[in-house]
């Protein structure tokens, strides 16, 4: 699906930006580009411009901060679900730096996003060119970074689903967890003995979350005798 929604409304204040966006740390809100003022070139290129990637919203960027840690385990992720579609052909994944449209002023960066090709126009053979992906995800992943306050998520959660994402996982890295979304209000505890499932979006993956974190972290490979 193309998205094709409407401008959100501004701002009058910046307390109140700050809360639309869930009460994300100020620091991480540009005030250059004004907010309300960044264009889709100005996200796009954020981390050649500015040294941050950054998502916007409504016009106003936010930079995206994620750890090493966290980084792996999206990387880890893309891998397994690329891995995946070797044998089932479904669509394509895009890592932490590639921006997606998901309103008209509205770019958000998930770690990892999983677009199908069951939303692109049967008029294209091929994934839609240009900076942005103007296809909305079926899945949505993002891994939970100190940064991320739990507003901020919620935001996140709401716009995901409003514009018709139709899976999103949050890995909460720290605690060792994670949580699946199937809509904002219906999120199921997913554990280091239980399974990431795809469900209808990536038909027959599992995967637990144990198993994700092995490969993501694994112990230094011991030395052989006599090396």
């Given at each position: 699906?193309?998205?094709?929604?409407?401008?959100?409304?501004?701002?009058?204040?910046?307390?109140?930006?700050?809360e639309r966006l869930g009460d994300v740390?100020?620091?991480?809100?540009?005030?250059?580009?004004?907010?309300g003022m960044a264009t889709d070139e100005d996200c796009a290129e954020s981390k050649d411009r500015y040294?941050?990637?950054c998502e916007m919203v409504d016009g106003t960027l936010v930079e995206k901060i994620i750890?090493?840690?966290?980084?792996?385990?999206?990387?880890?992720?893309?891998?397994?679900?690329?891995?995946?579609?070797?044998?089932?052909?479904?669509?394509i994944v895009l890592g932490p730096d590639g921006p997606?449209?998901?309103?008209?002023?509205?770019?958000?960066?998930?770690?990892?996003s999983f677009i199908p090709w069951s939303r692109v126009p049967p008029e294209f053979d091929s994934m839609p060119a240009g900076p942005i992906?103007?296809?909305?995800?079926?899945?949505?992943?993002?891994?939970?970074?100190?940064?991320?306050?739990?507003?901020?998520?919620?935001?996140?959660?709401?716009?995901?689903?409003?514009?018709?994402?139709r899976l999103v996982w949050y890995l909460y890295h720290e605690q060792r967890l994670a949580r699946a979304f199937t809509s904002p209000k219906r999120g199921t505890d997913v554990g280091?003995?239980?399974?990431?499932?795809?469900?209808?979006?990536?038909?027959?993956?599992r995967i637990k979350l144990q198993d994700v974190y092995d490969e993501a972290f694994p112990k230094r490979p011991k030395k052989k005798r006599g090396k």
């Open positions: 699906m193309i998205v094709r929604a409407g401008d959100l409304v501004a701002a009058p204040n910046f307390a109140q930006l700050l740390d100020p620091s991480r809100v540009r005030l250059i580009p004004q907010p040294g941050r990637l750890g090493w840690a966290e980084a792996r385990l999206a990387a880890t992720l893309a891998r397994l679900i690329e891995n995946y579609l070797q044998s089932h052909p479904l669509g997606v449209r998901i309103a008209s002023r509205v770019i958000r960066m998930p770690d990892v992906m103007e296809i909305v995800p079926d899945l949505a992943i993002e891994v939970i970074s100190p940064s991320n306050r739990p507003g901020e998520m919620n935001v996140k959660l709401h716009e995901y689903f409003k514009r018709g994402v280091l003995d239980d399974c990431l499932d795809g469900r209808d979006v990536l038909p027959g993956f």
